[in-house]
């Protein structure tokens, strides 16, 4: 365990910062590319909205993105009926993904019960 904190210290002054960043109580997401940095804070009773928001466009990309890149690297004479079979396939794990993920805060949420 870590050393006691004693009054009047910032318990946040131990972590360590990211290049010139300050430790924050606020939530972020942090996404880098060489051509692209982005960098998203909340305060921290959003963080949960802001995963939700994370999670949605991860899906949402990997249902694009898998499908163009199945068909893209099957062979010509693969018949139509595989190609189709292994995009529904894919499209059916994002879908459970999806329905996982979101299941329990959908069962939860009371704009959805009538």
């Known amino acids: 365990?870590?050393?006691p904190v004693q009054d009047g210290e910032d318990e946040l002054a131990e972590l360590m910062s990211i290049e010139d960043e300050s430790p924050?109580?606020?939530a972020r997401l942090r996404i880098e590319t060489?051509?692209?940095k982005v960098a998203?804070?909340?305060p921290p009773h959003n963080a949960s909205h802001?995963?939700?928001s994370a999670v949605s466009a991860l899906l949402i990309v990997a249902a694009v993105i898998a499908p163009m890149a199945t068909l893209k690297a099957a062979?010509?004479?693969l018949?139509?009926?595989a190609s189709a079979g292994m995009v529904g396939l894919?499209?059916?794990v994002v879908i459970f993904v999806a329905v996982s993920a979101f299941a329990k805060k959908l069962g939860s949420s009371n704009r959805l019960s009538s």
Do not use: R
């Open 1 to 3: 365990m870590g050393k």
């Open 24 to 26: 924050t109580t606020e």
């Open 34 to 36: 060489e051509t692209m």
């Open 40 to 42: 998203i804070s909340v």
């Open 50 to 52: 802001l995963l939700d």
């Open 75 to 77: 062979p010509e004479d």
């Open 79 to 81: 018949p139509y009926w």
């Open 90 to 92: 894919q499209l059916g």
